[in-house]
């Protein structure tokens, strides 16, 4: 018995590494795109490239030295190794960390922080890279090869979306064309409740050859702890597998043997580590109270157990198998969850909310056209997955026409839509209103007032929670200062186009190194309280010691640049930080009288209010409004220079403490 061997085998696919799970996926592979470009030049100018463990334990010193990583790791090398295996997977570097042409094209649009969508999808240029990668990447699951991506794309077009528990158990578990068909005809079954989950997991793995082997060992065998051992198929050690033997044994006395020490059955179940303890113990007991447990005896079991439905050892043995592996897979599946949504979402192309995973509108309609002829290739390489090719070289399914998908999309929504200008309104509208709709569930007043705090204390947990942890907190605070500012202008204007942020699918923050003009640019056009301007909004978190270094010159220029640019006397900025220096409030003062000098032009009178975010949570909370405002801060600006207590008391007019 000791020395059978049943070897494990890979049941699923997952995209990249769970030795390196992270946020802010994009901006780690932008950032490591441009510190392997550095680091190799680097290297190159000394020696030749060869990376082995000496090379990769510089790689990690290199990263770290430029704060890409923190702490110090046991193996440098391995580390250097994981940071990197998932670029490798997508084909933007080789098994040898060189940037392959792939690679290459997202660098240059890094570097150059061009990101405007250019393509049919209208995603932005680095969203489209990933998406062509993507299409392009396969998994060899145990010898089956799979592309995850389209056979997410397959199961989105026949069931229109996958709940998070349908993308995470049960669309991974596709390797072939009969488990693809099985998948879905399963998963229609499971929304109308005639399949348990464990039952779609179960039924795929007694496809497999390992599985049957072991499951016909397992009953034909006598139980002791290297049966379970053996049979359990641990992929890192089977001695993680000898706590199973005492829950076994603990199940036959109660089931089979009539013994009532359900105490032990509880403890042996608790034993069991992580997520499949967990399973295991909400599967047999109603609580996992010992006390209660040890007074309610048999009541204590569910009534809906498996186990007491077993009239003997086989029948024990059979259900004991099934959720043995069940849990286990559920345990690597819940996992990989997370990796596979993270690489995913960066094509800008799905749309993960509300525990729901769908196609965005113009891939929804696109590969509702074209997913038969794109399917023919979800279960073979791609030999270019190295090379930025156009889609039409990835698959024939985009050399479709796209009067079929304005057609039905026509169609769906009751309008005409002829070109591709008429599809990106159509699009930019339908963000508009799911953008609204965020913000009536995400971000209401308190919620919004609760972030401005945790900004002030640097809480960066909790904001992640509360909005994301694709984004750097500076870019979420730049994101919350705009959708606070469109709620104080009374939801005037798209606010999606004012914000000069990159948004997700989901219209969720994320993060760049990317220049260009002022954080959030709010246009405002002509009315009875104020004329034709823009609002230059500039945030930024700072303390005392580095603000008057970094910002009193960029929000003065971001200033100046933009009204000789378009010449409105009336365009003005507003500076909001979590703290306000007053050499700070006192330069920005100054600016009506200083002149500002690009290009031979020449300004005067620029126009920079100041206010902290403790200012702004009191205009949320006295629901002050841009009309009242802007009244406000206009007859502050035109008082005299001299005039004693000028800021304060414009902070206490606007916040509405006083009115004047």
């Not at 950032?31 to 290297?43: A, G, K, M, R």
């Not at 064309?177 to 989950?197: C, F, N, T, V």
């Not at 209660?292 to 186990?307: L, Y």
């Not at 206009?634 to 005039?643: C, G, R, V």
């Amino acid at each position: 018995m000791v020395n059978k061997s049943i070897p494990y085998q890979s049941f699923c696919w997952v995209i990249g590494t769970t030795s390196f799970r992270t946020a802010k996926l994009n901006l780690k592979i932008e950032s490591q795109l441009l510190l392997l470009d550095e680091f190799y030049n680097e290297v190159i100018k000394e020696s030749s490239w060869n990376w082995n463990n000496e090379l990769q334990e510089k790689y990690y010193d290199f990263i770290k030295d430029r704060a890409f990583l923190t702490g110090e790791a046991k193996r440098k090398d391995k580390d250097a190794r994981e940071k990197t295996s998932g670029l490798v997977d997508i084909g933007l570097i080789t098994e040898d960390r060189l940037i392959t042409d792939a690679g290459s094209s997202l660098l240059k649009i890094t570097s150059i922080g061009d990101f405007e969508t250019n393509n049919v999808f209208n995603i932005n240029r680095d969203s489209f890279i990933y998406l062509k990668q993507l299409l392009k990447t396969s998994i060899d699951v145990s010898g089956s090869i799979v592309r995850p991506f389209i056979a997410v794309i397959k199961c989105l077009t026949e069931l229109e979306f996958l709940s998070y528990d349908e993308f995470t158990y049960f669309v991974p578990l596709i390797r072939d064309d009969e488990s693809a068909k099985q998948i879905i005809s399963d998963i229609k079954l499971y929304r109308e409740g005639k399949i348990l989950p464990e039952e779609i997991i179960y039924k795929r793995f007694m496809q497999m050859d390992n599985y049957k082997l072991a499951q016909e060992e397992f009953i034909a065998s006598d139980v002791d702890e290297n049966l379970i051992c053996l049979v359990g198929m641990n992929r890192k050690s089977r001695s993680y597998d000898k706590p199973y033997y005492k829950l076994y044994e603990n199940l036959k006395k109660v089931f089979l043997d009539g013994k009532s020490d359900y105490e032990s059955l509880l403890n042996s179940a608790k034993n069991i580590n992580q997520k499949p303890g967990t399973l295991w113990r909400s599967l047999l007991f109603k609580t996992t109270n010992i006390g209660v447990v040890r007074k309610n005896g048999k009541a204590s079991i569910h009534k809906q157990c498996p186990f007491l439905n077993c009239a003997n050892e086989k029948e024990l043995k059979e259900v004991f198998f099934k959720y043995l592996h069940v849990f286990k897979a559920m345990a690597t599946l819940s996992d990989y969850f997370d990796l596979n949504r993270r690489y995913f979402n960066v094509t800008d192309i799905l749309i993960f909310e509300d525990r729901m995973v769908k196609l965005d509108m113009i891939p929804k309609y696109y590969f509702k056209e074209s997913i038969d002829i794109l399917y023919k290739e979800t279960f073979s390489r791609d030999d270019n997955l190295s090379v930025d090719v156009p889609l039409e070289t990835i698959s024939r399914a985009f050399e479709l026409d796209m009067s079929k998908v304005y057609a039905a999309l026509s169609k769906d929504l009751g309008i005409t839509i002829k070109s591709p200008e008429q599809a990106a309104t159509c699009v930019n509208d339908e963000r508009y209103r799911r953008f609204n709709i965020l913000i009536d569930k995400k971000f209401n007043d308190s919620v919004l007032i609760e972030l401005l705090n945790c900004f002030e204390t640097r809480d960066d947990k909790r904001i992640e929670e509360l909005v994301t942890d694709e984004a750097a907190i500076p870019t979420i605070f730049e994101y919350i200062l705009g959708i606070i500012w469109y709620k104080v202008s009374e939801r005037q204007g798209n606010i999606l186009d004012f914000m000069k942020l990159s948004l997700e699918a989901n219209l969720l923050p994320k993060t760049h190194a990317a220049g260009g003009y002022a954080d959030i640019i709010y246009e405002y056009e002509a009315c009875t309280s104020y004329p034709k301007h823009s609002l230059l909004l500039e945030a930024t978190l700072a303390d005392g010691n580095n603000q008057r270094r970094m910002e009193m010159e960029p929000v003065s220029r971001h200033l100046g640049d933009y009204r000789i640019r378009f010449n409105n006397p009336f365009d003005y900025s507003l500076f909001v930080s979590t703290y306000l220096d007053k050499n700070v409030i006192s330069d920005f003062r100054y600016r009506k009288i200083i002149p500002y000098t690009r290009d031979e032009e020449t300004i005067t009178g620029m126009k920079i209010i100041s206010m902290d975010t403790d200012s702004l949570k009191k205009i949320i909370e006295n629901k002050v409004k841009y009309k009242y405002l802007y009244e406000v801060f206009d007859k502050y600006h035109e008082m005299p220079l001299e005039t004693v207590n000028w800021h304060d008391g414009m902070i206490k007019e606007a916040t509405g403490e006083y009115k004047v």
